[in-house]
């Protein structure tokens, strides 16, 4: 059997779906499939722009093309942030009910879909450049409902490839569709993936010691002598030469550590009302029969205790009158109900009628963030937050998409007309009907995320122009175009942040830009991440918006890069706030221009990749002249050594110097 399955599960590029082996047990068989990825369904961000195959999320799909190679390679898909640079920025999203965070918030994601749905009994991630980030794994059943795999912090761990595969939890379903969550907050520079493999079984099957609780990783961890890891603690294959090896053992003695288990009890059990009696923020997390025997329990036993009114013993009662956190008036119970996340004020309307009362008050409603609720934010969850959120101000939807078009509206029809606050970043069901919703309902609106929304079309955009107090407006990866967008300006005034990095070709950024120097005067950050039709004229547009503190003009696309001028020269000495400049790549620098960005002296965030005319002096300069900078990007600058760079990090220890490379792995 060792020979057979050993070569299948490490190397199998010419197969992105494998039958590894099909192994009796008991009267029936079970099959080993391992699979790479088949579609990439969504993602928050990807370093690559639309229409291009570098660092873009589709390079994730297939067999790994880079690994064990290790370094920053434009065949691997790459996300846009990494550490905490974006976190410190003036324009970063503040979390309307960080209460709600759970322990590591996931800063983005991507869903994936294999070939054939299996029951997954591992998930092995290619990370061919600063490995770390992932934090959660999901899987997707057949109802489009979402199981935790696996969740755990983001790790620091040594600069080299790896294959990441976290111990999973017992799944009771089979699934093709797997969501990966990660947070890049303790890398050092961008991550990389190359490539992600599932492996699972035809049929579900569980240890027969009951020691081993019914995970089946907790068997394969007793098979396997590589784990734990002092340097990899969350990771089951630290040592990608032996890689499943464990699994390998598991199928040369499935008979006699392993049962094959068919039942509905589970099935027929989520199916029942008894879940939604829990109320929207419940989601399961078996294992089986413990699972299932716990619920029982707890519907049978606990639930009754919580839903009656505490009846006490006179004694008891004197005792309590004391201390009672009833004798409270309900204003101050209120306020220390405000720190309570949603699922918590679900248990405490629970516990009596006051409390009840108590937790349906509108004021503990007044901002909502559901985005870490992703997973359970459905009709039935609107539903039950709808009369609760009359005096809603801020509310943050990211992520979510299990209710309908029509839901969003009947919500925002009795919720949305005092909202100030509201982001729908990668909300998939946000189209045209939803954007005419928001322009007649919420007309206080000052911030408004549509970030990933690519059912939005040009005429839905137009509804926006209905608006008129926005000020931070985000429309990465959208397809609204020139015209579209400067009416939207020319009627929002106060506009301080605008995204539009990464938009269609149809976006003439340098028109874009001029209406900006007309309209919006206030403007104090601009992301034109990969943006088309930006030249020196819309720089030179830009540098009269004064107060001007953030500009990301990387990768710039553009045909003719001569006859600028001064323009740059110009913004960076009229805008004189500048904190955060990033020219990834960005054409037609030369040296003098280089050598004015040591005007900014408020200056705290540079990112100089693939700089051609940047010098040693030049980035001395820097060092000198910018007393706030902490974090400057020097990779791919030809004319900078890597021991200028050594010498620089050891001399200047408050300024993080970035260096990406291309790295072999000799290991």
Known sequence: MRSLVFPFFLYCNDSPHTIVGKIPIGKGNVHFIQQFVKKVHSFSSQYGGNGSISYAASNIIGGPNIFPNYGDFVQAFAMRTYGPWWDKASSRSIDYMPQNNMGVVSQDYINIEFYEAVYPIRVSIYEVYN??????????????????????????????????????????????????????SLLDYYTALDAVILVGTSELILPKDQSYKQNLTNLLKSFNC????????????????????????????????????????????????????????????????????????FLSEEL???????????????????????MFPDEIIIKILRNLDLASLCRVSRVNKHFYNLAQDPLLYTCLNLKPYWYIIDTKALHFLTFKCTYLRQLDLSWCDRFSVLDLEMFLDICGSLLTHLRLNCCSRIDDSIILKISRICKNLRELGLSNCDSIKDKGFSYLENLEFLEHLNLYRTHIKTQTLCKILRRNRQMRHLYIGSTDINLNVDEVAMELRNSCP?????????????????????????????????????????????????????????????????????????????????????????????TSDICCAFFTNCPKLEMIDLSFCDNISDYMIQRWQQKYIHVAIKRGKYIEQTS
């Not at 919580?306 to 004694?315: F, G, N, Q, T, Y």
């Not at 030369?590 to 965030?605: G, I, M, P, S, V």
């Open 131 to 184: 490995p770390g980030s992932v934090t959660r794994i999901w899987a997707q059943d057949s109802k489009n409902r979402w199981f935790l795999l696996w969740s755990g912090p983001p790790q620091i761990v040594s600069s080299k490839s790896r294959i990441f595969s976290p111990p999973l939890r017992q799944c009771d379903f089979k699934t093709k569709v797997l969501r990966l969550e990660f947070n890049h």
């Open 226 to 297: 590589n784990y734990p890891c002092d340097e990899d603690i969350h990771n089951l294959t630290p040592n990608y030469v032996l890689a499943n090896m464990d699994i390998i053992k598991l199928m040369e003695t499935l008979n006699e550590c392993c049962i094959m288990y068919k039942s509905d009890i589970v099935t027929n059990f989520y199916e029942s009302k008894l879940v939604s009696q829990l109320g929207p923020f419940y989601y399961y997390v078996p294992p089986l029969k413990e699972g299932s025997n716990n619920m029982q329990r």
């Open 522 to 614: 206030d403007l104090e950050s601009i992301d034109l991440w990969k943006t088309h039709g930006f030249t020196w004229q819309g720089i030179d547009a830009l540098s009269e918006c004064k107060n001007l503190r953030e500009v990301d003009f990387g990768w710039w696309y553009v045909g003719n890069t001569t006859g600028h001028g001064d323009s740059f020269r110009k913004l960076l000495s009229s805008c004189q706030r500048l904190e955060k400049v990033y020219l990834a790549s960005f054409k037609g620098l030369t040296e003098r221009d280089l050598r004015a960005l040591t005007l900014c002296k408020n200056l705290r965030q540079l990112d100089l990749l693939g700089s051609l005319s940047l």
């Open 304 to 326: 009754p205790k919580l839903m009656e009114d505490p009846k006490l013993s006179p004694d008891e009662s004197k005792k309590s009158s004391r201390c009672s956190f009833s």
